[in-house]
């Protein structure tokens, strides 16, 4: 296939052409650069396979020949990145997602729109499927973020019933691993960061909230799987193993070796209190699962991170 992905040179983006490209497909990569960095994809510049545009999908999606699929993964994904950008977050996930959709559907094109838990919101449903509608602000500071996936999904889902736009929904859960920005504001590269450099680990509240955590390859592979075999309707892809913080950090502790102190700090506005995927409908229809363990995946992304040091 010829695929598009948009947001290419972001973290998750950057390991889905990977994949694509070792799956023998073509890739024509769209960034940027206002998350994502060139040096995600530059090994990747020899390859004839593979073509990296500069373009803001938000303004325009200029492709030209054949397209078979369109991934959609443009858009500042960590609280960091879209408190400093509420409105280029909220562009990229209206405009952006309609120009996105639009190519799809003038080259007859299979569409996937990289959407996320926190379409949940604050849950009062635990674990979260896909048939729970969410709570969430739409006023918050977390909205920027949150309503611009929602209303990405809603646009989605009127080009496939109104249009019959081949498309698909991937739900991504908490991603980490190498290729991470060291100061992206996520909590996994925040305390391997923090302990790295001997300083304290940022914990906020009193640490009891909850995530679940996924590997970045198991994430790349259930996104592949509903690409090539899933359905219109949401799925959600993450991990349903469920760590507290304070878990979290002690086992970062270990690994790094590091004696960092925790230091609590006010718990910020609309932040969830638990995130679990329920994981049932990408188990039945996708036959997928994750497959690494949080040590084994916080072992390489220390690695990576010590590397880059």
Not at 31 to 60: C, I, K, M, W, Y
Not at 188 to 209: C, K, M
Not at 255 to 272: F, I, K, M, V, Y
Request: proline share 7%; aromatic share 6%.
């Amino acid at each position: 296939m010829r695929v598009v992905v948009t947001g290419a040179a972001g973290f998750v983006g950057s390991h889905l052409c990977d994949r694509l490209l070792a799956d023998g497909h073509t890739v024509v990569g769209v960034d940027n650069f206002l998350t994502g960095t060139p040096a995600n994809v530059a090994h990747l510049a020899g390859d004839p396979r593979f073509t990296l545009v500069e373009q803001d999908v938000s303004r325009a999606l200029p492709v030209d020949g054949p397209v078979d699929a369109v991934l959609h993964f443009a858009s500042p994904a960590s609280p960091v990145d879209y408190l400093a950008h509420p409105i280029a977050t909220l562009d990229v996930g209206s405009s952006g997602t309609r120009h996105a959709l639009e190519l799809a559907g003038d080259r007859g094109a299979r569409f996937l729109l990289a959407s996320t838990s926190e379409v949940y919101g604050d849950p009062l449903v635990h674990p979260q499927p896909e048939t729970y509608w969410g709570h969430v602000s739409s006023v918050g500071p977390r909205s920027v973020y949150d309503e611009a996936k929602r209303f990405a999904e809603a646009l989605t889902m009127a080009h496939h019933r109104t249009l019959g736009v081949d498309t698909r929904i991937v739900r991504i859960f908490n991603t980490y691993g190498p290729r991470m920005r060291p100061h992206d504001g996520r909590v996994v590269s925040n305390f391997i960061v923090q302990a790295l450099r001997g300083e304290p680990l940022t914990l906020y509240g009193d640490g009891s909230q909850t995530r679940s955590f996924c590997y970045v390859s198991d994430t790349v592979d259930g996104i592949v799987r509903l690409l090539a075999c899933g359905d219109a309707q949401p799925t959600n892809v993450g991990s349903d193993g469920e760590f507290t913080m304070r878990e979290l950090a002690a086992l970062v502790l270990e690994l790094t070796g590091a004696r960092s102190p925790l230091e609590h700090r006010p718990l910020p506005q609309d932040d969830p209190k638990q995130r679990r995927p329920d994981l049932t409908r990408a188990r039945t229809t996708l036959g997928w699962s994750p497959l690494v363990p949080l040590r084994d995946g916080l072992t390489r992304t220390i690695a990576h991170f010590r590397a880059q040091r």
